[in-house]
């Protein structure tokens, strides 16, 4: 392998420090939430980008494309959510084949339960920890990244 094949070793430590540092933080904040509200992190994503819409409900293409899910992972969380009584399917008025993914009154009892036991562990586990220049770096670093991505899958 030639030196540009490899790692050096700031980069091993950002790289695999960000990986691990990502997985666990998940992993931590899907046990709190369970523990908090019942919710796992999953549901969390789809009820918080539920209520945050005027109507409490989206396409299922538009949360798809929000959570940037792959299509059978949301197919399968949502059919769990719906047995739970947390989100309901509904037909789109605009498109016979398409289907909208609305809030049920328990799904908007549940995520008003949880967002603020959830801000306030984000608060505690991440932005308590970091200074407010490291949260300015992490901002940036992460638009760049995403930038670079959006450049990088359009073929730019």
Known sequence: MTESEQLNERERRAWYGFLTMQEDLRRHMNRQLLRD??????DFA????????PEGSLRVFELRELLRWEK?????????????????????????????VALTEEGREAIDKAVPLHVNHVR?????????????????????????????????
Do not use: K, W, Y
């Open 72 to 100: 059978t992972r949301l197919t399968h969380q949502l059919s769990r959510m719906i047995a739970r009584g947390l989100v309901e399917r509904r037909p789109c008025a605009e498109d016979s084949r398409g289907n909208h």
């Open 37 to 42: 509200s019942g919710l796992s992190l999953a």
């Open 124 to 156: 505690r586990v991440f932005l308590d920890v970091i200074s407010p220049r490291q949260l300015d770096a992490l901002a940036a670093l992460s638009e760049a990244v995403l930038e670079n991505l959006a450049e990088d899958e359009s073929g730019g």
């Open 46 to 53: 789809v009820l918080s980008s539920l209520s945050l819409q």
